[in-house]
């Protein structure tokens, strides 16, 4: 008779699924841990059991969730729209094999948030609420490394550009969400429960181009642009038309406070400070030096 709970993650060679999985193997025993991946030849590094789930083949996600007790269910990064029905896959085979917990990563004040992807994630939250298995909702903040993906092209720039004005922006490092999608799998009394998860300390583009410049000696200044000019200034740099207004829209979403929370749940969740923005710059740029 099995005697020790199954977690399974969805998503697990994504870059938040590897680390949950790698946090995951130093609180657990490994075989209770499954990794649910599209690829299983790529999930041969994490040293876990994996097993092939699909979002767009339901009929691996049955096989995949045979056993499992507990889900986590990473987010799709499927298109919008195409991500809620990718989401309904798994949640019906979640309903079919007996999983008995669900968590899932959702976006920062998913109910009132003025992001576009945000509806997505409403409609999810929805699924989720009647499937009739207990749910917690991780409703993650804006990962910091976002950011510091744009630091090569705003030092051959010139500039840092963008269309955030003045918002706050409650960030933290993906280990942070890693870390708190961990403290919930691993301890009671979550099921049921709504996390909001930012960054202790908020910043604006300004912030960000003032720290860039001062680890690198070079000056960055923020220009703050119209969103649709931000959005056209993206595709001229090759992004592709659709995700160039998306980042465009999460700008100016950002600028009325889609990204700013202070309530330090994320903090307490992991039982430590988020960490700082210049932290995640300076690993950003050692990693690309």
């Known amino acids: 008779m099995k005697n020790q709970m199954t977690i399974a993650i969805t998503g697990a060679t994504g870059q938040l699924g590897q680390l949950v999985v790698n946090r995951l193997k130093e609180m657990i025993p490994g075989d209770t841990i499954v990794a649910l991946v599209r690829s299983i030849q790529k999930a041969t590094t994490l040293d ?13 996600l049955t096989r995949a969730l045979a056993g499992v007790d507990t889900l986590l269910l990473i987010s799709s990064g499927g298109e919008t729209g195409r991500r809620v029905i990718q989401h309904r896959h798994v949640i019906e085979a979640a309903k079919q094999t007996g999983v008995q917990w669900i968590v899932y990563t959702s976006v920062l004040q998913a109910d009132i948030s003025t992001l576009g992807l945000a509806e997505d994630h409403r409609t999810t939250e929805a699924d989720l609420k009647g499937a009739g298995i207990p749910v917690t909702l991780l409703r993650n903040g804006w990962y910091t490394e976002n950011y510091t993906g744009t630091i090569p092209g705003a ?19 993906r280990a942070d969400y890693a870390d708190a999608a961990v403290a919930v799998l691993t301890s009671q009394g979550h099921q049921g429960k709504i996390y909001e998860l930012a960054g202790d300390h908020a910043w604006t583009l300004s912030d960000l181009a003032a720290e860039i410049s001062q680890q690198t000696g070079k000056t960055i200044p923020y220009v703050n642009m119209p969103e649709a000019d931000y959005a056209a200034a993206l595709v001229s740099l090759g992004l592709p038309d659709g995700f160039a207004h998306a980042i465009a829209g999460w700008d100016a979403a950002a600028s009325g406070g ?5 309530s330090h749940q994320l903090s307490t969740l992991i039982g430590r400070p988020t960490t700082p923005l210049a932290v995640t710059i300076a690993q950003a740029l050692q990693a690309s030096s």
Do not use: H
Not at 258 to 262: E, I, V
């Open 48 to 60: 876990v059991e994996a097993r092939e789930a699909d979002y767009d083949k339901p009929e691996t």
């Open 155 to 173: 030092m051959a720039g010139g500039s840092l550009i963008g269309s955030a004005g003045d918002g706050k922006i409650s960030s933290a490092a």
């Open 258 to 262: 889609a990204l700013f929370d202070d």
